[in-house]
């Protein structure tokens, strides 16, 4: 699992977050909020359409986070109510292509595995999973990617 290194330039999402565990899925949960309010975002959005989780803010001892789900806007988008907004800035990253169902498998490695073994530090910053125009939740082997901060060491 050799993953790409590449800088992301800065970008904007608005979407919904929570901040806590994954305990229940709460993860999954915010996007099935979050789908049904997709269309809200019509006529902001980045081109092409890019959906993020994003978490930030981790409280290692407590195993506590914020997540966000939301999708790429212009930086003049309008905030629905009971939305936020969210600025990720520029940096280098460790890109790790995975699938849905892998998701917390392929996370655990990456932090067991490949990092600990890498010529890489985790870098300060929000860690973000991207689903691109070619990502299809129906299909359980469709392409997602795992972006995690990275500075050589």
């Given at each position: ?18 901040r ?32 993020f989780?994003?978490?930030?803010d981790?409280d ?8 966000t ?11 629905p ?70 500075i050589?060491?």
């Amino acid at each position: 699992m050799e993953p790409t290194i590449s800088i992301k330039a800065a970008f904007q999402i608005i979407g919904i977050q929570f901040r806590g565990t994954n305990e229940n899925n709460a993860c999954p949960k915010l996007w099935d909020r979050f789908l049904p309010r997709m269309g809200e975002l019509q006529g902001n959005l980045a081109k092409p359409v890019t959906a993020f989780g994003v978490c930030s803010d981790l409280d290692s001892d407590n195993n506590v986070f914020t997540y966000t789900v939301g999708l790429e806007v212009e930086n003049s988008a309008i905030i629905p109510v009971d939305m936020v907004s969210m600025e990720i800035p520029a940096q280098e990253y460790a890109i790790f292509e995975c699938s849905l169902p892998k998701i917390i498998e392929t996370i655990d490695n990456i932090y067991k595995n490949w990092l600990p073994k890498s010529d890489f530090l985790r870098a300060i910053g929000p860690e973000f999973e991207l689903y691109d125009e070619e990502f299809n939740p129906e299909i359980a082997d469709s392409k997602m990617y795992i972006y995690i901060p990275v500075i050589k060491k």
